[in-house]
């Protein structure tokens, strides 16, 4: 990792220009974050996140713990993340699959934290040197009940930078995991990473309590309007953290009534927020036949291709997905209004494609281009379904 014009932060942060690949960004976008507390075990090709972390931590007063699994390595982050320390993980493949139990923990437990997961080809061991996006669909549905999650999907290690502090914060405003779904190809691309001065970079702090001990309650069952602030373990609140359906104070619950207010709750607090968390850019869509929605990688292969329909004379525009997850429905069904057709490169056999379908709701096509993994697509097979979307 090369860098010029770089100067200490007293917070840690790496302040300067860099020439840095994906993984050392997302690491340093978490220092910035004020993460201070990682577990893992090492997993290709997400490693580098975690040597980086182990590297610059002893500097900022930061925790690094090699676990001796995927399963306690989410199980360790969880607590962690409750005596007030920003956390995260950062693992691939078998190991995302092995956290997707503890996950639902999480997200049952209303925990902020990050999951990072450097995607390669699949299934089981795969290819573990290789890219993949063949993990979008486990992110939103991987564990088990109903419950919503927050899923960024970077395309630079700029962004790497960027949108790990993005996620934190979208952690820490929503209470809620956060699943950044980097790819191999983003994970080990190198390119200049500016990283500004810590008084620049916006970060959200945790809401904590600050009312009467005996009248604290850890949940609020009223969706979307009222995400309850967080206390630190030890400090002397009378509460109970639990995976079980449970009551406002945190105690379990186990009727069908207590159940709805869990669940509604988890889910509404997203859905109902979804336009506030959506991220996503658009470009030419106004007057397009064929709209190109991509994410990742693929959402910079296929500008190639769009390029190449533009000069031929079709009016394609692009939509490239920031957040994945919750997904721009509304956006779709506006957009499948107007054009032909949807293309969804992916490298994966097909996933968001069935997203971008099911929102179309048959107003207009949606044509996925497959590439199973291990390398990027061919720009001219994109191109090849720019040119059936727009017949």
């Not at 500004?196 to 009312?211: H, L, Q, T, V």
């Amino acid at each position: 990792m090369e860098e010029t014009n770089v100067k200490a932060d007293p917070i840690g942060v790496a302040t300067g220009n860099y020439y840095m690949d994906g993984d050392h960004a997302c690491a340093e976008g978490a220092l910035a974050a004020g993460c201070r507390f990682l577990a893992g075990y090492p997993i290709t090709p997400s490693t580098e996140v975690a040597e980086r972390i182990a590297e610059r931590f002893p500097k900022v007063g930061g925790i690094f713990i090699q676990m001796e699994d995927e399963l306690a390595s989410m199980a360790a982050v969880i607590g962690a993340a409750w005596t007030g320390t920003k956390s995260m993980t950062v693992t691939s493949g078998p190991g995302f699959s092995l956290m997707m139990e503890n996950l639902g923990l999480a997200a049952m437990m209303e925990t902020p934290c990050v999951v990072v997961n450097v995607q390669r080809g699949g299934p089981s061991t795969g290819l573990p040197t290789l890219t993949g996006q063949a993990d979008m669909m486990q992110a939103r549905w991987g564990s088990h009940g109903d419950y919503e999650i927050i899923a960024i999907s970077p395309n630079s290690p700029q962004e790497c930078f960027d949108l790990t502090i993005t996620a934190f914060n979208l952690s820490e405003k929503w209470r809620v995991p956060v699943l950044f779904m980097m790819d191999e190809c983003v994970g080990h691309m190198t390119e200049k990473v500016v990283i500004p001065e810590s008084k620049e970079i916006d970060i959200a702090p945790r809401n904590y309590y600050e009312g009467e001990k005996e009248a604290y309650r850890p949940y609020k069952f009223n969706g979307a309007s009222n995400i309850a602030p967080m206390i630190k373990a030890g400090d002397g609140y009378y509460i109970h953290i639990t995976g079980l359906t449970h009551d406002e104070r945190g105690y379990p619950v186990i009727n069908a009534e207590a159940q709805d207010k869990n669940v509604r709750h988890l889910v509404d607090k997203i859905r109902d927020n979804a336009e506030k968390i959506s991220i996503f850019e658009e470009e030419n869509t106004d007057d397009a036949d064929v709209v190109v929605v991509s994410y990742g990688i693929s959402s910079r292969v296929a500008l190639k291709a769009v390029e190449e329909a533009s000069a031929r004379g079709i009016k394609v525009g692009t939509m490239r997905l920031v957040t994945v997850w919750p997904f721009p429905e509304k956006r779709i069904r506006q957009l499948a209004g107007k054009v032909k057709s949807f293309v969804v490169p992916e490298i994966n056999m097909g996933q968001i494609v069935f997203e971008v379908e099911r929102c179309s709701a048959g107003q207009a096509k949606s044509i996925l281009v497959p590439h199973a993994g291990g390398w990027v697509h061919d720009p001219k097979d994109i191109l090849a379904a720019i040119e059936e979307g727009a017949a």
